[in-house]
């Protein structure tokens, strides 16, 4: 029996950190639909090709092919015992429509687990990244700034701010993300499968919150 575990969170919340260690605290495998879209692109896949179509033509994929990639993804041996869906569904009619394919394969979304950080707090994580020039070291103005302003700790490079982690751009990212997922976020409410975990307590909290929230599901114990 496979276990599918939904992980979403908002730009500045740990996703990323958090799919890592859950991915290699149980045996299952960690599905991100952005590595999905870059492996077969890079590979030229039949998928890949059809997603750059669009792509080129500044459109968006549209779900159905999302979907297919990742159907076609969950049938590697390392999916199993199950997936920890990362980055995908970002709205209702894609969650919709992963249902019904998963359903196809008797088999369905176990637990949705939900990182909920304030807006103010995602601001900072995210427009105070700073990153070293030379070594690629990171810091954060407002969390952990470096001892000297704009100098790395680390090497004595130059830190500098990525276009797309100005406040400005954050901003637009998260009225993005947002609008298109708390629709996403009720619908899973509505079917009692959302756990909803506080993402501004420690890295190692948060973790034991998710895996509690996880065990029940697992095929085997965490």
Known sequence: MSTNVILLGPPGAGKGTQAKVL???TSLAHVASGDLFRA????GTELGMLAKSYMDRGALVPD???INMILERIQAPDCAEGVVFDGFPRTKEQAVALEEALAKQQSSIDVVLYLGVPSDVLLRRIGGRQTC??????YNRYYFPSHRPGICDACGGELYQRSDDTLETAQHRLDVYFGQTMPLIEYYQRQGILHEIDGQREI???TEMMLKALNQ???TSA
């Open 133 to 138: 020039k030379t070594c690629g070291a990171t």
């Open 204 to 206: 190692m909290w948060v």
């Open 64 to 66: 159905e092919v999302v």
């Open 40 to 43: 077969a692109l890079r590979d």
């Open 23 to 25: 991915v290699e605290q």
């Open 217 to 219: 599901y697992l095929p």
